[in-house]
């Protein structure tokens, strides 16, 4: 499978961007698929996680309440919702397929990654 994430941009501070991860080949129902995040000179860090076998969803604490994850598989696209931006998220953001818990697998299939800049 290949994903293909969009929908960065710059936004104020308050204000809101719907990310999309489109998959080609399979869609996300079998397994799980995630969004992280890696801001300048840190780590790449999980964000937000939705299961396609069970849809349960889970989020890293510091965007629950804000940031919604969301998966239509007829279209074979992920999306997160993300509402309320703060600048601290500020950040490429990747889509990843093959997701357990908080954490990518060596399998995992990636996207390419979409900047998400928010001004104060």
């Known amino acids: 499978v290949q994903l293909q994430a969009s929908g960065g941009g710059l936004v104020q501070a308050g204000g809101s961007l719907r990310l999309s991860c489109a998959a080609s080949?399979?869609?996300?129902?079998?397994?799980?698929m995630g969004w992280f995040r890696q801001a300048p000179g840190k780590e790449r860090e999980f964000v937000a996680g939705?299961?396609?076998?069970?849809?349960?969803?889970y989020y890293a604490d510091s965007v629950k309440g804000r940031f919604t994850i969301s998966t239509d598989n007829a279209k074979k696209t992920g999306y997160l919702q993300m509402n309320s931006l703060k600048p601290e998220d500020t950040a490429i953001y990747y889509c990843?397929?093959?997701?357990?818990?908080?954490?990518?697998?060596?399998?995992?299939?990636w996207g390419q990654g979409t900047l998400v800049t928010v001004s104060s």
């Open positions: 990843a397929d093959k997701v357990v818990g908080a954490q990518a697998m060596p399998s995992s299939a």
């Open positions: 080949g399979r869609t996300f129902s079998t397994y799980t």
């Open positions: 939705i299961s396609g076998r069970s849809g349960r969803l």
